[in-house]
């Protein structure tokens, strides 16, 4: 089977096979016949015929309420190990059909989510996939079935999606506060200066990014105005994080640490760089930077 995030079902990829149901019907109306055959019943002979064509018919209704209809992957949103990813599916149908009791799930998961699509029309089911480590990963199998009409044939497909899903490391529960020792320039970790007693602050109106603690919260409860104080500590010096700060020995770990920290710096508003071996990204703050370094925190 081909890699493909959008895949039209056809006789060539659509699988049919009679259910216990069906083996039972089958059994019953080979019964039926003998019966009738051996006591010469002409109604036996039209019972059993009629039950023999309405199975035939249900065979063929069953595989046409597949075949035809195009499944459409979007690229899922990048998770953390551990959680579990949402995968859209769109169900496109442009028969004038109605296509009835539909039912998609993750190959070999037994968790299936049954939609019916209006005539040419639409709709979305939602898959969950746990995601138990961090890297990379190509998706699972997914598979889509029916039973109808009379559930004595399971119609089904296999598709292999192309897309992949990114996943973060797992942040640590309760992390350490921010390391002391991370603020610096490019050439390696230094403590932030302390400030002299009575050196002034400069304010200044708040923008977009500044830290949680250096906003005036008091005179913002008091005149309704954010106002950021504007440290000379805090214009000169960087957040840098790296393994070594960890204090870990085992990778993983330091990772999780590592990510948890990312994400309590971007909280606070702070500008934070990250070292991850040949890897440096220099320290930036915002939604943008933040996916920057947990995508590396992922692939490292």
Known sequence: MPLADSVTLTQRNVYILPTRAGLMLGATLLVLLVASINYQLNLGYLLTF?????????MHVSHGNLRGVTLSLAAPDPVYAGSQAQLGIQVLNTAKRQRYALALAVADSGQWVPTDVAPQGSA????AWQATERGLHPLPTLSAQTFFPLGTFRVWTLWR???QLLVYPRPEVKPPPLPDGSFGDDHGPTRTAPRHHGEPDSFRPYRRGDSLKNILWK???KTGELVSR????????DLWLDRSLTALNHPEQQLSRLCAWVLRADQLGLRYGLRLGGQNLAPDHGPVHLQRCLRALALA
């Open 50 to 58: 009629l039950l023999a064509g309405c199975a035939g018919v249900a």
């Open 124 to 127: 979305t089911v939602f898959l």
């Open 161 to 163: 999606p192309a897309a």
């Open 219 to 221: 005179k913002a409860a």
């Open 230 to 237: 504007d440290s000379v500590a805090a214009q000169q010096h």
